[in-house]
């Protein structure tokens, strides 16, 4: 609805009808199972759907494609690109290819790590093998994060080498 607003908005300026067209601050939605719109102000959103539009979407298309952050996670099971994605994640073997490893934790694992020319999987075998240099709190959430088992071995992966999901579930 704000998006709809600031492209009449644009073309009544463009049209140069400002004079004779004006878009309220009010936005409405009717349901079918009421006579009357749902009304809701717009003044809230409409700054920050600008900002994006004008800002920081602009940026986002001036870099390079190769250089988007990615991650699959639950959220990509029903994208068309998903096959890609995987088949990307596979050739470059990223993190993404760590079973229930969110988009979050795993910008925070690339954070942490020391990137080689290797693999983000590589970068991360050699971050749990020296997890001892990391303070105590990065080593507390890196061992939950990737769900250390008692004999300080990630079950995720372990997943990942075995192409097998073996996490208990936590009651």
Same mark, same amino acid.
């Given at each position: ?40 102000? #717009?003044?809230?959103? +409409?700054?920050?759907? =600008? ?5 920081? &979407?602009?940026?986002? *298309? %001036? /870099? ?17 690109? #998903?096959?890609?994605? +995987?088949?990307?994640? =596979? ?5 993404? &290819?760590?079973?229930? *490893? %969110? /988009? ?68």
């Amino acid at each position: 609805m704000t998006l709809y607003a600031i492209f009449l908005d644009h073309l009544i300026k463009v049209n140069k009808q400002q004079d004779n067209i004006e878009i309220d601050v009010q936005g409405g939605v009717w349901i079918p199972s009421d006579p009357e719109p749902k009304t809701f102000s #717009l003044l809230f959103m +409409r700054p920050i759907v =600008e900002r994006f539009m004008l800002e920081e &979407l602009p940026a986002i *298309l %001036s /870099k390079p494609f190769k250089s988007a952050e990615w991650h699959i996670d639950g959220a990509c099971d029903q994208c068309e690109f #998903l096959p890609r994605c +995987r088949t990307d994640a =596979e050739s470059q073997k990223t993190l993404s &290819l760590i079973p229930l *490893l %969110s /988009k979050k934790s795993a910008l925070w694992i690339k954070a942490l790590v020391s990137p080689t020319s290797r693999s983000e999987i590589a970068d991360l075998e050699d971050l749990v093998k020296s997890r001892h240099k990391l303070s105590v709190p990065q080593q507390t959430s890196l061992e939950d994060i990737l769900r250390f088992d008692g004999r300080g071995n990630s079950i995720l992966l372990e997943s990942y080498r075995s192409r097998k999901l073996k996490v208990k579930k936590q009651h």
